[in-house]
């Protein structure tokens, strides 16, 4: 974790394989040993973990979504600059009364 006054947060891509049924983003996921990893890395080493999700956006590893089959890889570009926009927004909402020099992501 971090010992300075930044916040220093950690994003996760979502992955192509998910669990089948609805639950927690973390859980969804986890059928990818390799978000797996990401995930036991970033909790152990920032004060906060999103994961970017081509569908949902900027998701709290906790909060609950349904199974979906969606990729940035598969979209077009308008579709990516919505997504993009989409994420820069939820990005605000979330962190827009701390400084930029208070936040640090890591991805």
């Not at 999103?50 to 089959?69: F, R, T, V």
């Not at 909402?93 to 640090?104: G, V």
Request: hydrophobic content about 35%; glycine content about 4%.
């Amino acid at each position: 974790m971090n010992d300075t006054h930044n916040l220093c947060v950690g994003l996760i891509s979502c992955t192509k394989r998910k669990r089948a049924y609805a639950c927690k983003a973390c859980e969804l996921y986890s059928a990818s040993s390799l978000f797996q990893k990401a995930y036991s890395y970033c909790l152990e080493r920032y004060d906060r973990v999103y994961i970017l999700s081509a569908k949902y956006g900027l998701l709290l590893p906790d909060q609950w979504i349904d199974p979906y089959d969606e990729t940035l890889k598969n979209m077009g570009v308008g579709k990516k600059k919505e997504w993009a926009s989409s994420v820069s927004v939820q990005f605000h909402h979330l962190f827009n009364k701390r400084k930029e020099e208070d936040l640090l992501l890591h991805m």
